[in-house]
């Protein structure tokens, strides 16, 4: 098992050059696909990582799980342990299952609160008009899923613009995007060196959107004019920093991204160019992470199948 | 990043939609139309007469809350109509949710003064009448010049 099973928890830090790329040089639905993946996998096995660091760690403190056999000192030079390492390893799982716990709940509130606040509205249409000041719009997912626009949002659009915004909340609920937003969610919690990847996603979650929009309304410029009116509309944040050095928000740069030809007019980037070897880089982080998780849970399993039978004990 | 300030925001935000609900709730309470002094009296905490006017005005607006004049003023009733519930109750889930546009992917987000700008600029070319495009070209060259 060695060093092996520390590498899936910095290996995360292999997909972060993907997303930074993934922006700039894919269509928004395969990076929103790609690194939601990556995400859940790097997740998955950091978590397995302090599992295993954690069992085999404190495999000395009385009332542990595993035979009895575990503590002789025979088996304690086949099977490398460390006590401070396992301890610490418990400790950042219980943190870890903590932070996936409130995340979750955090979601299910929102996303319950939102269904119930419309469940006021009978029928069955799929957008309604609240009527409200403040300009918001909002995908509720469901089954089925509803659109919760203000009339406050409807008043700074014209009808074109209008079709775009219900275009893109469309979007969202048919492409299941909440679901996209969830994982990352929950893997950022599980990781913090993979919350990189969760502001990637929704960023490509919503240039998806807009894509859809664009392709339903049949105009590139009108959402992005929807884009821009509906947030100039909206609040606005006082900056952090200098504001001449900061980088632009997402908004501008869905902008800018609708404003110039379709995504996939670019296609893949060839494999000798800086995209194709963060594609790489990631690839082989996440390979290496799935291998070495599955590399060290298979040696344990072996251990613990073996042991009862073994005369140590 | 822009934490502080959506803090604070909310707050005042939040005050406000709490109490339009707790308003709505009295009224709800009541069971038939009732006055403005009544909703005052009834409210549990203390709300000074012209407050309570403005809430109910506000909810009036919304469509949650429904009026008749009785001589010099009105009675009040919750609406029967779901718009403007529902628009409450949603509102009071926005207020109350920090992370609610991370969950409910929230059409855009909240803008630096700098984006601001750069949208002003990128949307001068967009206008259906506005042919002008030199106003877009410094933001496009301070987008792609992020690339690197």
Known sequence: MGIF???????????LPIARLAEQHLHPRTAARLLTGLAAILGL????????????????????????????????EVVPYDEAVGAASIAALLAVVLAVAVAGWRHRRVASGARRALAALPGSADVVVLPDDAPYAYAVPGRPGRIAVS????????????DALIAHERAHLSGRHHRYLLVVRLAAAVNPFLRPLREAVSFSAERWADEEAAQAVGDRRLTARAVGRAALAGPSAVPVGLAGFAAPGPVPRRIAALLAPGPGLRGWP???????????????????????????????????????????? | MTQGVEGADQGRRRGQGELEAAL????????????AAWVQENFDGELAYSTVIT????????????????????????????????????????????????????????LSPHDEQLIRSLLAGTEPAGTDRAGAEPAEADLTGREG
């Open chain 1, 5 to 15: 099973v520390f590498l899936p928890l910095i290996l995360p830090l292999t997909a």
């Open chain 1, 45 to 76: 096995c950091s978590t397995l990582c302090l599992v295993l660091l954690g069992v085999v760690g404190t495999a000395q403190i009385p009332g542990n799980p595993l035979p009895d056999a575990w503590a002789d000192p025979e088996v304690r």
């Open chain 1, 151 to 162: 009339t406050g949002m409807l008043a700074c659009l014209d009808a074109d613009e209008q």
């Open chain 1, 270 to 313: 060839p494999a000798h160019s800086r995209t194709g070897l963060a594609a790489l880089v990631a690839a082989v982080g996440t390979t290496v992470s799935a291998v070495s998780s599955l590399n060290a849970c298979v040696a344990l399993l072996l251990v613990l199948h073996v042991l009862p039978m073994n005369p140590l004990g």
């Open chain 2, 24 to 35: 709505f709730r009295v009224l709800g309470r009541a069971g038939a139309p009732v006055t």
């Open chain 2, 55 to 110: 809430i109910l005005s506000r909810l009036h607006e919304k469509g949650a809350v429904t009026r008749v004049r009785d001589g010099r003023s009105y009675l009040w009733t919750p609406a029967a109509d779901g718009a403007g519930l529902a628009a409450l109750r949603m509102r009071r889930v926005l207020d109350r949710e920090a992370d609610r546009d991370a969950v409910l992917a929230s059409f855009v987000t909240a």
